[in-house]
């Protein structure tokens, strides 16, 4: 008998960004949950809908955020999912942790949720296995350039220019956001003979987070029902999608939804857009595939595009070039930098995410182009919300993290628009191209 109320969804999130938040609806999308994302806090007529979905998400913006705005704007957003009444409710969160005690401190949202919520303690699952992320005694492990790498020593995630990750221990990274102590579920008690028990002995220590480990899907799926079980009504859970994926393999396995479904094949389109506001050398690797592959390349001046007094002769500079070579049929990408050592530092990031996604709309609108791309987790938070969109649903996977989805909302030209939010890190070097002709 499954155990969810059928008027009620049985999994709502919000994600700290949008690329992040993309991920957690394909997870639950693929795990045969009809799934829905809302680029704000929904309302009732928002709700009515998408009343098919059972699952709902919000994406938001809080890893680029301040503990100040924290404290200001959450306690809304998680008191709204927390009448929503779905016995899960995630704060998706990117699996490689990046956070600092002054910018998106996962900490100080995980101290909210608990007073919202009224929860003992909060659950911290931060591995997903198929991004290549990794938990082990409580350090975090990523992948990269080819090779597995403590998270503090990751060539790219060492040396980020917001949020550089100094620190592999989840609990001693915690403990610098907030004064809530942590414990940890590691692998040998959840692969002992009697993980339960070894659980509700942790829980005797009263922590106010419990931070799990996670090797592969067998041990999120562990951690999954570990949390389910030790739930009061709801359960307030600060995870990545590994966590999303691990609830959704438990619930298939008791029985309580259908399971997972391969998801439509992607299909090709005329021409692609992308504007990519990463510097990792990931997305580097997939620009320059691109272009060699017969993109046309065109560079944001991002201090320039950040400058109020001279963003309109920025946009207007890249505006014709672009547009004319979209309606030649040659697909565009509007990228900031090829490296870090490459970028331009804008004096307001907010801003140049902001006018970006001004000048995507207005491309957009002009040729027609059906299929965009936008690349790196900042720059999709402040930019896709200039598109006049109100929700995405799944349409297909490209990549694991990076679904192609479909835009609803009553901007003109905008709705149906095919859209790919790719974090910085996630993909192959092919990427765009795979995102352009399909898979």
């Given at each position: 008998?499954?155990?969810?109320?059928?008027?009620?969804?049985?999994?709502?999130?919000?994600?700290?960004?949008?690329?992040?938040?993309?991920?957690?609806?394909?997870?639950?999308?693929?795990?045969?949950?009809?799934?829905?994302?809302?680029?704000?806090?929904?309302?009732?007529?928002?709700?009515?809908?998408?009343?098919?979905?059972?699952?709902?998400?919000?994406?938001?913006?809080?890893?680029?955020?301040?503990?100040?705005?924290?404290?200001?704007?959450?306690?809304?957003?998680?008191?709204?999912?927390?009448?929503?009444?779905?016995?899960?409710?995630?704060?998706?969160?990117?699996?490689?942790?990046?956070?600092?005690?002054?910018?998106?401190?996962?900490?100080?949202?995980?101290?909210?949720?608990?007073?919202?919520?009224?929860?003992?303690?909060?659950?911290?699952?931060?591995?997903?296995p198929?991004?290549?992320?990794?938990?082990?005694f409580g350090n975090l492990f990523a992948s990269g350039g080819g090779a597995i790498h403590r998270i503090d020593r990751h060539p790219t995630m060492k040396c980020h220019p917001v949020t550089p990750m100094g620190e592999a221990d989840l609990r001693l990274h915690l403990s610098h956001q907030t004064a809530r102590r942590a414990a940890l579920m590691d692998l040998n008690a959840l692969d002992s003979l009697d993980p339960s028990a070894r659980f509700e002995e942790l829980l005797q220590e009263e922590p106010d987070a419990v931070v799990f480990d996670g090797l592969d899907g067998e041990s999120l799926a562990e951690a999954a029902q570990l949390?389910?079980?030790?739930?009061?009504?709801?359960?307030?859970?600060?995870?990545?999608?590994?966590?999303?994926?691990?609830?959704?393999?438990?619930?298939?396995?008791?029985?309580?939804?259908?399971?997972?479904?391969?998801?439509?094949?992607?299909?090709?389109?005329?021409?692609?857009?992308?504007?990519?506001?990463?510097?990792?050398?990931?997305?580097?690797?997939?620009?320059?595939h691109a272009l060699r592959d017969g993109f046309c390349g065109l560079r944001l001046d991002a201090a320039g595009m950040a400058d109020p007094a001279s963003r309109a002769a920025c946009q207007d500079a890249l505006m014709g070039e672009a547009e004319a070579q979209l309606k030649n049929g040659r697909s565009v990408v509007l990228y900031t930098a090829l490296a870090p050592g490459d970028f331009v530092e804008a004096l307001d990031r907010r801003a140049l995410g902001e006018a970006s996604g001004k000048l995507l709309r207005e491309l957009i609108r002009r040729s027609g182009v059906e299929r965009v791309v936008v690349a790196g987790g900042d720059t999709s938070s402040h930019a896709v919300r200039e598109l006049g969109i109100t929700a995405l649903t799944f349409e297909s996977p490209i990549e694991p993290g990076a679904p192609l989805c479909r835009a609803h909302g009553h901007e003109p030209g905008l709705a149906g628009l095919e859209l790919v939010l790719k974090g910085g890190q996630v993909g192959a070097e092919t990427f765009f191209e795979a995102a352009l002709r399909g898979c």
């Open positions: 008998m499954r155990p969810f109320h059928d008027d009620k969804p049985v999994f709502s999130f919000y994600g700290d960004d949008f690329t992040g938040s993309t991920d957690a609806l394909e997870a639950l999308s693929l795990g045969g949950i009809p799934t829905v994302l809302f680029l704000k806090l929904p309302d009732a007529a928002d709700l009515a809908a998408f009343s098919g979905c059972r699952a709902v998400g919000v994406a938001g913006d809080s890893r680029t955020r301040s503990p100040e705005w924290m404290r200001d704007k959450l306690p809304g957003i998680f008191g709204r999912l927390r009448e929503m009444g779905a016995p899960i409710v995630q704060y998706k969160i990117c699996s490689t942790f990046d956070s600092s005690p002054e910018i998106g401190s996962i900490g100080c949202a995980m101290e909210i949720g608990q007073d919202i919520f009224g929860v003992p303690f909060v659950p911290v699952v931060a591995a997903a198929r991004l290549g992320r990794y938990v082990v949390i389910w079980n030790h739930r009061a009504s709801q359960a307030f859970v600060v995870g990545s999608s590994g966590f999303t994926a691990g609830m959704v393999e438990y619930w298939v396995e008791e029985g309580w939804i259908a399971g997972p479904t391969a998801g439509r094949r992607a299909r090709g389109a005329d021409r692609l857009l992308v504007l990519a506001g990463s510097c990792s050398p990931v997305t580097r690797h997939q620009i320059c």
